[in-house]
């Protein structure tokens, strides 16, 4: 068993900045790659921010720029700094880690989910 444990959402003003953390543990032999998605009410889940294992970051068009994601390879954990907030930004940001576990075979979890709202 893997578990994501997100935090950092809240309530902010355009033009402010959050930074979320998302921390993987358990049965953990590698985190190939972690990410930040986001789903608004009625729209898909959109990937905003991915740093796999071999650096080749990526991120929404929409978030470049404002948004960085950082990770802490010892602690299995993941960050999104955002910045430069805008009320699109509102949505529940949901952690995604993919990897091995200790008997070698392939996890994909997601975290909880937290809850972003950017007021203009």
């Known amino acids: 068993q893997v578990q994501l444990v997100e935090s950092g959402g809240g309530l902010v003003q355009a033009g402010e900045s959050l930074k979320l953390s998302c921390a993987a543990s358990g049965s953990i032999s590698t985190v190939d790659s972690m990410g930040w998605y986001r789903q608004s009410p009625g729209k898909q889940r959109e990937l905003v921010a991915i740093?796999?294992?071999?650096?080749?970051?990526d991120y929404a068009d929409v978030v470049k720029g404002r948004f960085t994601i950082s990770r802490d390879n010892a602690k299995n954990t993941v960050y999104l700094q955002m910045n430069s907030l805008i009320p699109e930004d509102t949505a529940v940001y949901y952690c995604?880690?993919?990897?091995?576990?200790?008997?070698?075979?392939?996890?994909?979890?997601w975290g909880q989910g937290t809850q972003v709202t950017v007021s203009s």
């Open positions: 995604n880690a993919e990897g091995r576990t200790k008997w070698g075979t392939i996890y994909n979890y």
């Open positions: 740093s796999p294992s071999d650096g080749n970051i």
